[in-house]
């Protein structure tokens, strides 16, 4: 995360950035863009960051609600157009065209769960409630959406899994993320001993700094995925709506052989309730389409699998029998109420 300046993202799910080609601004996907055009808020004042042309841009910064800004230059506003281009048009009123939210920003929604306050800039969860449901506050939703969350992870530890309520037990969160559910776990699971882990560097970084808990560098492939420990529960929320049929069952085995005797490894997938229509027990339906820029496609999309898929893969797994394991939980369409819940409990040798 940069120190000094923030960046500036669109109504339309981009991100503005400098095009030093033609020499002006521009708007862009979210990690596909030049990270160049930082803006710094000194009161109500606002200048840019970077080359010289963009430092010769001024404005009166105008808040419209909690990380969101209106840019005025004279009587003309910043405005982002839906053509990619960036300009300053004398409007009557700041639309969402002439809005910014600005990341970093310590949001005060979080004090209504007593959670951390920043959103990281490349929070991608953060930027697909913004494009997913735009006519809501997408701070309040993130800081809801994840507590939504670490509720549910309770209660199935204690009302389905039979966790007592103040066990001690250690957890890995993995591809964490910047922090949405598991700044959450200080309030929601005290006792818990949590782990993240996330493929992005930036992300462990940040959970790290911000909310206090211990980070691993996950991997592109699991056999390189080494912790070097195991944990009671190993938790993995949507990560599996993202693996194709090439990875699936590799990192479902990685996952797996984590989990402690007598521990459990909870996931979820995309499933007939989220395709919208019937799956076949061998069907993978995988699109190599990701929000997420920076990952390739071939290691990161949208998958859609069936329960029998799932459950064949658990079975044909060469741990599954040492020890003997069993599936303790299924419930389709549960999490979010599209997402397919399953747990994997592992007894002792």
């Not at 700041?94 to 979080?110: G, H, I, K, R, V």
């Not at 769960?113 to 409630?129: A, N, Q």
């Amino acid at each position: 995360m940069h120190t000094a300046g923030m960046r500036l993202y669109t109504a339309h799910g981009t991100v503005l950035y400098f095009d030093k080609k033609i020499g002006e601004l521009r708007h862009g996907p979210l990690g596909g863009s030049p990270d160049n055009a930082r803006i710094l808020l000194d009161g109500s004042h606002a200048r840019f960051l970077g080359s010289e042309r963009l430092a010769a841009l001024s404005f009166a910064s105008v808040k419209v609600r909690d990380g969101v800004y209106c840019f005025k230059s004279s009587n003309s506003l910043l405005s982002a157009e839906p053509n990619g281009t960036v300009s300053i048009t004398a409007v009557p009123h700041c639309t969402p065209s002439e809005q910014f939210m600005l990341l970093p920003t310590a949001f005060p929604n979080a004090d209504e769960f007593g959670v951390h306050r920043t959103i990281h800039e490349d929070d991608y969860l953060f930027h697909h409630i913004r494009s997913a449901a735009p006519n809501i506050d997408p701070a309040s939703e993130y800081f809801a959406d994840g507590r939504r969350s670490a509720v549910t992870l309770h209660d199935i530890l204690v009302n389905d899994l039979g966790f007592h309520p103040d066990r001690q037990f250690s957890l890995l969160d993995f591809a964490s993320g910047y922090g949405l559910v598991a700044r959450h776990y200080p309030r929601v699971l005290p006792s818990a001993d949590v782990t993240t882990c996330d493929i992005h560097a930036a992300a462990n970084s940040f959970n790290n700094a911000n909310i206090g808990i211990a980070t691993l560098q996950s991997a592109l492939l699991p056999e390189d995925f080494k912790p070097g420990n195991k944990f009671d529960v190993v938790f993995a929320l949507s990560f599996f709506s993202h693996i194709s049929d090439e990875f699936f069952a590799r990192w479902l085995t990685k996952l797996y052989s984590l989990v402690d005797d007598n521990g459990f490894l909870i996931f979820t997938t995309h499933g007939q309730v989220a395709l919208g229509k019937s799956l076949g027990e061998d069907d993978n339906h995988f699109t190599p389409y990701s929000e997420q820029k920076d990952l390739e496609t071939k290691y990161y999309g949208v998958s859609y699998v069936s329960p029998i898929y799932v459950f064949k893969l658990l079975c044909q797994m060469p741990t599954y029998e040492a020890p003997p394991s069993r599936i303790a939980l299924f419930r389709e369409g549960f999490w979010w109420s599209f997402q397919d819940l399953y747990v994997l409990a592992k007894r002792s040798r």
